[in-house]
């Protein structure tokens, strides 16, 4: 008997069908048999689907002898399974990889539950993927308890039934327990169910559309035991043409039978009464929808449609009505007129916000100017990084080293109204485009960023700008990008080139990112051979760690600690606070992303293989790029897998420099990640089994597989013997990161953000250079691009 029946209805999708099957039989977890479904299709999916039966056993083919329409087929495919879960999968969508394996996991951890639910993410046929807007109802009860969040829509009637054992402690719940979950898209395919359950209730599939509704509906009510999964498991295909609920037709009337199927299954049980008011609102809201698209209803049908929803509505009324549904008590009419008004409403409110826009930006480039009249602050200074997301990287060192060296310099770090909570105490700050923010860039001496200020901010004689950068550069780069038309979408080269000729100084760890912002940025700025501040930090505890043996491997980062004045912690501390056993080796995994596939995100590992492979004594933290924080990137698997121990998703961690001291080996691809983790003398493994086509859309300056700093694998076998047979800490190793630490952290010593305070702020002529690139005679620290 296998785990998993997934049954396919299958109707004029010859296009797709391929990949859906294939997404489903290429499963790492192969304990499934596929029920496919031919409803009578006239092209050529049954010849399609009787191959994949051929060629394996685990398909079952159905030919229908005349169509039947979508539910159905459905329930034309239950009698042949004999799988312990039943999918239903749509022929023109796919299961993601390794969709089963967690699915049975979590169907594992919960003791077989009713009713799996799980995630999914529409993907578009221009490319674009959106992940479930409400994911976070799933991520909610994943651990057994009740969320927090009161389902909405009169939801929180039908909690009050039965909270005392809505929730149970085995990680399952019910619906009374959880009514958030009815919140989530009526579909069938976002579920897996308990064959034994749905033979016991006899659960089957109406004629006609929006057939899922009274499936859906009376499975999750019924369910005692309701778990969820929050995974992306399958690819929600959204065709440019092809969608039969985005068709125009009289078929959209069969949503008021298919409610009237809802009502007579609660009118026949009585224990499910309570209900009745929610069910009664998403009717309403539901048909309301539908009548609301423009391209659902012929013009002539819609005040008959409107008519069948008001009698169905006021049929099943139950309590008050809400505001937002009693158009349903008039007429046609009425509604078309609360319509009207709502989309006048709408366009006058978008009017009156551009016209406020407009005049708030009149009024503060007039008061920016006024206040450029005024001198300027000689000890005010205006920092940002990342986009203003915190008090972060160079700029922050930088900071740090002011407020210790210089401290009449007043600092203001320019932030996200988001990310004002999250900062440290004690940090002066404004937020972008607030009076406030326009009154200290007037008038502040020195700006220091490693992301260009935006256009509006005006570059004042005197003022002195400092570019950080935010690392040594593997990648094209600004100019360099021209030639990559695909890397540089989004990006405005000419424009990021007009902001980049307000930098007065280019910071630089090393003679290659000299030579390469000269050529990626024809500016004029100065380079300062300071080294990088960020690192300045790594520098400290790598000489703190000399002699310790952090090239052997186990526990290194749990040794460390952060350096003099950086606060940014102790590895031990980083290791405790994300639940590391502190004898454990640390492998950091950070990719970086990926320009030749849309959304930057690209799976080049099998991260719970990884993690297994490593062994019990290697704990697995991963951090994504941070491009792809807010994306779907982490639905697909990296999200459940930290839910489960299986790793450590350190995305969010904000101190990339804390994720480093904290591990004893990184694993990456083409980060410029990888020349700040050589100050600190440890492992690096190079994972480049897609460097061709990395080098082809991004570009690179140079060939990281023939200069690494640290042994390359080029295929997961390659990075799994690796880490099995030691070798990634051997001589070998050792000797490749000695080489390149020579040639990419020259001028990292320790003393990156004291030389920048000193030579810029203070104005010190006698400022040492970084000890290991001694200056020729007479030479000065700066060297003019």
């Given at each position: 008997m296998p785990r998993f029946s997934v049954i396919v209805p299958v109707f004029k999708v010859q296009g797709y069908l391929r990949e859906c099957l294939d997404?489903?039989?290429?499963?790492?977890?192969?304990?499934l048999e596929v029920i496919a479904v031919d409803d009578c299709s006239p092209d050529?999916?049954?010849?399609?689907?009787?191959?994949?039966?051929?060629?394996?056993?685990?398909?079952?083919?159905?030919?229908?002898?005349?169509?039947?329409?979508?539910?159905?087929?459905?329930?034309?495919?239950?009698?042949?399974?004999?799988?312990?879960?039943?999918?239903?999968?749509?022929?023109?969508?796919?299961?993601?990889?390794?969709?089963?394996?967690?699915?049975?996991?979590?169907?594992?951890?919960?003791?077989d539950p009713d009713v799996l639910v799980f995630d999914y993410a529409r993907t578009y046929w221009w490319g674009g993927t959106r992940r479930n807007v409400l994911a976070g109802l799933l991520a909610d009860g994943a651990d057994g308890t009740a969320s927090g969040a009161d389902a909405k829509r009169g939801a929180d009637t039908a909690r009050g039934a039965d909270t005392a054992h809505g929730v149970a402690g085995d990680g399952t719940f019910t619906a009374a327990g959880r009514p958030e979950i009815l919140e989530l898209l009526m579909v069938v395919w976002n579920k897996a169910y308990r064959r034994g359950f749905v033979e016991r209730h006899g659960f089957a599939f109406p004629p006609g559309y929006y057939e899922d509704t009274p499936w859906t509906f009376p499975v999750l009510l019924s369910a005692d035991r309701i778990a969820t999964l929050d995974r992306i498991c399958l690819a929600y295909r959204q065709r440019r043409q092809g969608n039969i609920l985005s068709t125009t037709s009289r078929k959209h009337f069969d949503i008021h039978e298919q409610y009237e199927r809802v009502f007579a299954f609660v009118d026949a049980r009585p224990d499910l009464n309570l209900w009745r008011p929610y069910l009664h609102r998403k009717m309403g809201e539901h048909c309301l929808d539908v009548l609301g698209k423009p391209d659902r209803l012929p013009e002539r049908d819609k005040p008959e449609f409107f008519r069948r929803t008001a009698e169905l509505f006021r049929t099943h009324v139950h309590g008050p009505v809400p505001p937002e549904l009693r158009v349903l008590l008039g007429g046609y009419g009425g509604y078309r007129l609360e319509r009207h008004k709502a989309r006048a409403l709408k366009a006058l409110d978008a009017r009156r916000q551009r016209a406020r826009a407009a005049a708030a930006d009149r009024i503060g480039r007039g008061w920016s100017a006024l206040l450029r009249q005024r001198p300027l602050d000689p000890d005010l200074a205006v920092y940002s990084a990342f986009s203003h997301r915190g008090v972060l990287g160079d700029p922050a060192a930088v900071h740090r080293a002011a407020r210790e060296l210089a401290p009449h310099i007043r600092g203001v770090w320019v932030v996200r109204e988001e990310q004002v909570p999250l900062l440290p105490a004690g940090i002066e700050y404004v937020v972008p485009d607030s009076p406030r923010y326009r009154q200290v860039t007037a008038r502040a001496t020195y700006f220091v960023n490693n992301v260009n200020w935006p256009g509006t901010l005006v570059k004042r004689p005197g003022s002195v700008h400092v570019h950080t950068h935010q690392g040594t550069p593997l990648k094209y780069m600004a100019a360099d990008l021209l030639g990559k038309p695909g890397a540089r979408h989004g990006f405005d080269v000419p424009q990021m080139l007009r902001r980049a000729d307000r930098?007065?100084?280019?910071?630089?760890?090393?003679?290659?990112?000299?030579?390469?912002?000269?050529?990626?940025?024809?500016?004029?700025?100065?380079s300062l051979r300071t080294g990088s501040p960020r690192n300045d930090v790594l520098v400290r505890a790598r000489s703190d760690d000399d002699g310790n043996g952090a090239d052997a491997g186990a526990g290194a980062g749990a040794r460390t600690g952060a350096g003099a004045g950086t606060g940014a912690g102790t590895g031990a501390v980083v290791r405790s606070r994300l639940g590391i056993p502190a004898a454990n080796t640390v492998v950091l995994y950070a990719p970086t992303r990926r320009d030749y596939v849309r959304g930057g995100h690209a799976e080049r590992i099998d991260l719970a293989r990884f993690a297994d492979d490593l062994g019990a004594d290697r704990t697995l933290v991963v951090r994504l790029h941070p491009s792809l924080a807010e994306g779907p990137a982490r639905g697909f698997g990296l999200t459940e897998l930290a839910r489960r121990g299986v790793l450590v998703d350190a995305t969010d961690e904000p101190h990339v420099e804390e994720l480093m001291l904290a591990s004893d080996v990184l694993v990456t691809d083409y980060s410029a990640l990888l020349f700040d983790y050589a100050n600190l003398d440890r492992p690096i493994v190079v994972h480049a089994d897609d460097r061709d086509a990395y080098t082809a859309s991004r570009g690179t300056y140079f060939d990281i597989t023939a200069d690494p700093p640290g042994h390359?694998?080029?295929?997961?076998?390659?990075?799994?013997?690796?880490?099995?047979?030691?070798?990634?800490r051997d001589e070998e190793s050792a000797r490749l990161r000695a080489g390149f630490r020579e040639r990419f952290c020259e001028f990292d010593d320790g003393r990156a953000a004291e030389r920048v305070v000193r030579t810029l702020m203070l104005g010190e002529r006698d400022v040492p250079v970084p000890v290991r690139v001694p200056a020729p005679a007479g030479q000065d620290l700066r060297v003019s691009s």
């Open positions: 997404s489903v039989l290429g499963q790492s977890y192969p304990d050529g999916c049954g010849a399609i689907l009787d191959e994949y039966a051929v060629r394996d056993p685990r398909v079952k083919v159905l030919h229908l002898p005349e169509n039947v329409g979508l539910g159905l087929a459905r329930n034309a495919g239950m009698p042949h399974a004999s799988g312990d879960f039943l999918l239903f999968l749509d022929s023109d969508d796919t299961l993601t990889p390794g969709a089963l394996r967690a699915m049975a996991d979590r169907l594992d951890e919960t003791a930098w007065d100084y280019s910071l630089v760890a090393n003679r290659h990112s000299e030579l390469v912002w000269d050529r990626a940025y024809p500016c004029h700025f100065t390359v694998a080029r295929s997961y076998r390659d990075l799994a013997w690796l880490f099995a047979s030691g070798a990634w």
